[in-house]
C-alpha cells in the first residue's frame, strides 16, 4: 500500500483517549501520526506502523 502525507488510517489498537483514527503527518523511515481525537503526535518506525494500520479512511 502507498501512504501519502494527509491520509487518515485506521490502527489496531485504540489510543488511550478512544480513537483508532490517525492523520499522516510524515512518510519515509519514520511515520509521523497525528491522533485525530487528541491530537497527540507519535513516532513509529515504518516496520512498526504498516503493522499497525489496517486500512486508509480518506486519501488526502
Avoid at 2 to 9: A, H, T
Avoid at 15 to 35: A, M, N, Q, T
Avoid at 43 to 54: F, H, N, S
Wanted: a positive charge; hydrophobic letters at 35%.
Amino acid at each position: 500500500m502507498e501512504y501519502n502525507i494527509g491520509d487518515i488510517v485506521r490502527t489496531k489498537k485504540t489510543h488511550p483517549c478512544g480513537s483508532k483514527l490517525w492523520e499522516i503527518i510524515r512518510v519515509g523511515v519514520d511515520f509521523k501520526l497525528k491522533c485525530q481525537k487528541c491530537g497527540h503526535v507519535v513516532v513509529l518506525e515504518r516496520y512498526k506502523a504498516l503493522k499497525a494500520i489496517t486500512k486508509i479512511e480518506k486519501k488526502a
